[in-house]
């Protein structure tokens, strides 16, 4: 007895060791930047602070803000409403998608199976032309010759191209997203279905009122992964909407090599301090990737409750 | 459940955000294991071969890279554990399973399902960053030579095809169909 106990104890202790040794690796990228952009600018650079700043400042931090965020809060806000939108169109095509692939047994399911693959393995950037031509002379079948009198639009630089992408199937890996909630759905058991026949649902009210409160654990999880994507999306929002608010690419486009020396100058004559350096442009850097974080921290923080809530009411619902 | 940070932080913006230009790669911990003092402690006071201790180092050096490329799948695990029903649990109990035998014949074979799709996922993902994909890409669009990426890109498809059919073939005899 006193054999199993100690074995117990070491198990645990060595599982524990294990997993801090885990989040110490995870964690690392953010607790090496702390002193860095945590301290004064002219205290840059001096060997002596390896874990904790020396003095106190968020000078990186409002040079940052300035930078990357034009209009002030409200291209935070912008983004997160886009990442918000474009996620909510995401889950509701993608959730019928999967539903009707895993269920309704169709002449061709195999075949657009295996397109629904085809579509994740093909790099995007091989499609990237034909799209470009197509929103730049957007015509949707030749229907929009009722509204407008030269029959085509211009759909470039306008955020209507990416809302398009999302709802069609062609989103940030949003064939991932099809793939899991086909899989859930064929995880719950047919006898609901046949239950809800038998009380007289059609087809309709079975999908939104019994199989979509069972699929809650995949909602959350493409929710989660489809709004962290779309907050960091670089390639769809540079192509199609160059000009528009979205942090994510402000960001990856300012801070870049080549702007190097302008931001520099723009640190010195700012906050007059005129030994700013590399490091400098490093720190302000790095403090625009935190700003960049923190609505992806607080929605990750959300769903981790949401998940782990989830985890103990686990099981069939109803 | 720190696990999902590094979805969040493996984004290429994040990560060249992250990374300093005053020459140290700041996203990889990289480096951390083989400066260390047990790698020499290792290769001078015990008699393991030198190749033996050298891969292991590099093994302990890329932890953050494969742990970064692992968020997604942890995602849909998680899920895919909450969707079992904990009655099969309470029978397993009562009909006297330990629970190694619990873990491996009741949670494994339903999780089968979404083990093909990891598979699927994963092998898609890697080629996608791989240097074939942006060879493919370089081609087309710094070389300006868009001929040959689209066809260097159709036999890339075709690649991942054959790979992607030759491992699912063998998950098919594993994964239980009951679909008629």
């Known amino acids: ?318 | 459940m720190i696990f999902i940070l590094p979805i969040v932080l493996g984004i290429d913006v994040v990560v060249d955000m992250l990374t300093a230009t005053t020459g140290s790669e700041l996203a990889k911990s990289g480096g951390l294991f083989s400066q260390s003092w047990i790698q020499m402690m290792l290769l001078q006071y015990t008699s393991i071969p030198k190749s033996m201790v050298m891969s292991f180092t590099n093994f302990a050096d890329n932890i953050f890279t494969v742990i970064s490329q692992v968020g997604v799948q942890t995602l849909v695990y998680l899920a895919a554990l909450q969707s079992i029903s904990p009655s099969l649990y309470e029978v397993a109990k009562i009909e006297g399973a330990t629970n190694y035998e619990i873990f491996w014949k009741v949670t494994i074979p339903l999780i089968m399902h979404i083990t093909m799709f990891v598979i699927i996922y994963t092998i898609v993902d890697l080629f996608l960053n791989s240097s074939i994909a942006a060879e493919v890409y370089s081609f087309a669009f710094d070389k300006n030579k868009i001929g040959v990426g689209s066809a260097l890109s159709i036999v890339y498809i075709f690649n991942v095809l054959l790979l992607l059919g030759i491992v699912l073939l063998i998950m098919r005899k594993l994964v239980k169909r009951d679909d008629k």
């Not at chain 1, 840059?44 to 809060?73: E, H, T």
């Not at chain 1, 169109?89 to 169709?106: E, P, T």
């Not at chain 1, 859930?184 to 649902?201: H, Q, V």
């Open chain 1, 1 to 318: 007895m006193a054999k199993k106990k100690a074995f117990g104890f070491v198990s645990s202790v060595f599982l524990f060791l294990l997993v801090l040794g885990l989040c110490f690796v995870i964690l690392n990228p953010i607790l090496k930047l702390v002193p860095s952009v945590f301290s004064r600018i002219e205290d840059l650079g001096n060997p002596n602070i390896v874990w904790l700043p020396m003095n106190f400042s968020v000078v990186s931090f409002k040079a940052a803000a300035r930078m990357i965020m034009p209009q002030g809060i409200l291209t935070m806000v912008k983004s997160v409403l886009y990442a918000a939108i474009v996620m909510f169109l995401q889950i509701f095509f993608s959730a019928m998608a999967g539903y009707s692939l895993a269920r309704v047994d169709f002449k061709g399911r195999k075949i657009v199976f295996f397109m629904v693959i085809l579509v994740f393995l093909v790099p995007r950037q091989s499609l990237l032309l034909a799209q470009y031509i197509y929103f730049n002379h957007f015509d949707a079948f030749g229907l929009l010759k009722l509204f407008v009198p030269s029959g085509e639009i211009n759909l470039i630089d306008k955020p209507a191209a990416l809302y398009i992408l999302a709802i069609f199937g062609f989103g940030v890996k949003q064939s991932l997203f099809v793939l899991i909630f086909s899989q859930f759905f064929k995880n719950i058991p047919k006898e609901l279905e046949e239950a809800a026949l038998l009380d007289g649902c059609g087809f309709y009210k079975t999908y939104f009122k019994i199989m979509v409160p069972n699929a809650v654990p995949a909602i959350s999880t493409v929710a989660v992964l489809s709004f962290v994507w779309n907050f960091g999306d670089t390639y769809y929002t540079r192509y199609f909407n160059p000009n528009g608010a979205y942090i994510g690419s402000i960001m990856a486009q300012k801070f870049i090599g080549a702007n190097k020396n302008a931001i520099i100058n723009a640190i010195q004559n700012w906050y007059g301090i005129p030994t700013a350096s590399d490091l400098a442009f490093d720190a302000v850097k790095q403090a625009g990737a935190l700003i960049y974080l923190i609505p992806l921290l607080i929605v990750y923080m959300f769903a981790q409750k949401w998940l782990v809530e989830n985890l103990e009411n686990s099981g069939l619902v109803g």
